[in-house]
């Protein structure tokens, strides 16, 4: 764990996921997105939760930019609809992914929810190539009744701002 | 170079190695970007004086600035001693671009201004012979052209025919103009020429783009059933060529009266909420919805419905795409964030569309490594509705590969000139 971390608000701090269970939940979305498991995925939002993966760094309105994803909770369901479907081509099947999440930092710890920033690295196989992507990503997570939700992931890709190829999963 | 490029297209089909010999791909690059008309820029992306954006002439780098009083320049990005790239921003605003390496430093219209210890030249150098090279560059109705060639025909001769539906396109301004808003960029390992022909493909549409139909209401879903509207392909020559899907949507200007589609109320709620008039935010609501035709505009851009598509050669076998999202300059903000939206959607590299298109693709690169004495078919078409087209244009139905015919007869014309 890096110990420079920005300050932390702790005086509202009470009802916030710990850091440990926050990455531990963090560890548990990467696990699901690489096996697939799409379906599970979608219940660890909250309604008000937006995944966001952006084309430019350094943003601070994404509404009124231009993003690779700025889904709401009805693009997320459509867009896991469209995933699993079996006729996207790109998708059916994917490109097989194996990523790690690390170098967590928490950023703001409120009431009932912490923000962190971490390192995402990953690498994709298909068709006889593999290639490696890195993203910087921002992680809102709430407790809730029901358990940690996540309620804003930001995945900025180290090169958002150049080209990437085809992408038929979900970071 | 040896091969005879006419043997390689027939009327109705190419041969295979068009796509996968790399000695071809060397003379296009010459034969054809390094002597026509690229897309190099929409005027918004220079927007004022001082402004540049960087962009491609086929391989070549190269630097669009906007001068003081307002002239468009195409420089190429390649400093005049020793070769340094003088701007590597995607744009910006700059009165001068000083080259990093030894600082020459040159003006926005490419003259060299200042070499630094110019006396280490003794009286040998005359910074006039040392412009960063300048391309002819033409503008017609916000879309900027260059061209290394100073004695093909003026811009606006080149698109003839198309002039009209680019000034249709234009109507997505929706009285403000057009702006363009960003860009998803996004490479396939595969040959351009795949990506041309896929403008004016709409056979593979209900195909490929199955979920991105999948994941509209169904008011919208029937708009985009492009094979179903009586829809054409038009031939608007020196390979240009238009697509037509949705006749309703070519004029948007026009039926300004019909309801207001199901998936923009919201939007039209939210412009008379701000005090906007009837009339206008049915006006901004129509041209919100995009166009109902593809443009393709021969050899690397197209005005696609709601966006513009760029290509770029890589390599034989690697495109690189920009699907730039447009909106209105000035415009409501909500009507263009309602654009932005609906780019997001299908295009870019996790669009519900682009991804599969770029997967098709792909798969039409590799399987080309097979049967390189096998033709790519593109005999596809019957008659187009009666009195669509223009007079005297070869037309086809929406699905017929009559654009494609068209690409590469310009194709075969450019090859063997
Ligand atoms: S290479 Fe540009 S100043 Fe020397
Ligand atoms: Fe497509």
């Keep these: 764990m890096s110990t420079i971390a920005e300050p932390l608000n702790r005086s509202e701090a009470a009802a916030a996921p710990s850091l440990q269970d926050a990455i531990q939940f ?3 979305e990467a696990d699901m997105l690489d096996r697939l498991d799409y379906k599970a995925w979608l219940p660890l939002w909250t309604e008000n939760g937006r995944y966001i993966v952006p084309t430019e760094r ?54 009932g929810a912490i923000t962190l920033r971490a390192a995402m690295i990953m690498v994709e196989y298909k068709y006889e190539r593999m290639r490696t992507m890195a ?33 038929g999963y979900l970071l | 170079m040896s091969t005879d490029f006419a043997t390689l297209v027939r009327d109705d089909r190419v041969l295979t190695p068009m796509y996968t010999d790399e000695a071809i791909f060397e003379e296009e690059m010459d034969r054809i970007f390094k002597s026509t008309w690229v897309w190099v820029a929409h005027a918004s992306d220079v927007p004022a004086g001082n402004t540049f954006k960087t962009s491609w002439v086929g391989r070549e780098p190269v630097i669009v600035t906007r001068d003081k009083q307002g002239k468009i320049h195409t420089l190429l990005n390649r400093c005049r001693h020793r070769a ?52 002819r560059t033409e503008e017609y109705n916000g879309m900027i052209f260059a061209t290394f060639k100073d004695d093909i025909q003026p811009l606006v001769d080149f ?54 139909l999948d994941s509209l209401d ?104 920009m699907h730039v999202a447009i909106g209105m300059d000035g415009g409501p903000d909500a009507a263009n964030r309602m654009r932005l939206r609906l780019h997001e959607h299908f295009q870019g590299p996790m669009g519900f569309g682009t991804p599969d298109d770029a997967e098709g693709w792909e798969r039409v690169q590799r399987g080309a490594r097979a049967g390189q004495d096998l033709w790519i078919m593109v005999n596809r078409g ?3 509705p009666e009195g669509v087209a223009a007079p005297g244009h070869n037309a086809g139905d929406v699905s017929a590969e009559t654009g494609m015919r068209a690409a590469y007869q310009m194709w075969k014309r450019m090859m063997t000139a």
Excluded at chain 2, 285 to 304: D, E, T, W
Aim: with cysteine; hydrophobic share 40%.
């Design chain 2, 84 to 135: 340094a790239s003088v701007c590597e921003k995607r744009k910006g605003k700059a009165s001068v671009f000083v080259c990093p390496y030894h600082g020459w430093s040159y003006d926005v219209d490419g003259t060299l201004r200042k070499v630094p210890h110019i006396n280490g030249y003794g009286e040998g150098l005359d910074t006039a012979d040392y412009s960063l090279v300048s391309l």
């Design chain 2, 382 to 384: 019957v008659d187009a």
């Design chain 1, 58 to 111: 350094d943003v601070s309105d994404y509404d009124d930019r231009l993003n690779i994803v700025n889904d709401d909770a009805e693009m997320r369901q459509a867009r896991v609809k469209r995933l699993l479907s079996g006729f996207s081509m790109s998708s059916a099947p994917p490109a097989r992914t194996v990523r790690t999440v690390s170098r967590f930092v928490p950023v703001a710890v409120e009431d």
């Design chain 2, 218 to 321: 169904p008011e919208a879903e029937n708009v985009f059933q492009v094979l179903a509207h009586g829809g054409w392909v038009e031939d608007l020559g020196n390979g240009h060529s238009v697509m037509v899907m949705i006749p309703d949507l070519i004029d948007l200007e026009e039926n300004l009266d019909a309801p207001i589609p199901q998936r923009f109320e919201e939007l039209a709620k939210e412009l008379a909420a701000e005090g906007m008039p009837d009339e206008q935010v049915r006006r901004v609501v129509r041209a919100v919805g995009g166009s109902g035709f593809n443009l393709n505009l021969f050899p690397n851009v197209a005005c696609s419905m709601a966006f513009f598509r760029v290509l770029r050669p890589i390599e034989v076998n690697e495109t690189e795409i």
């Design chain 2, 159 to 212: 698109l003839g025919p198309a002039k009209k539906w680019i000034d249709l396109f234009m109507k997505q301004g929706g009285g403000y103009g057009v702006k363009t808003l960003g860009e998803h960029r996004f490479r396939f390992p595969g040959n351009w020429k795949i990506q041309l022909e896929n403008t004016t493909d709409a056979y593979h549409f209900p195909i490929v783009h199955k979920t991105f």
């Design chain 1, 26 to 28: 963090v560890w548990a």
């Design chain 1, 135 to 167: 993203a910087d990503v921002v992680y809102r997570i709430v407790s809730t009744a029901d358990g940690l939700k996540l309620d804003r992931k930001i995945v900025t890709l180290v090169n958002c701002d150049d080209y990437q190829h085809g992408i």
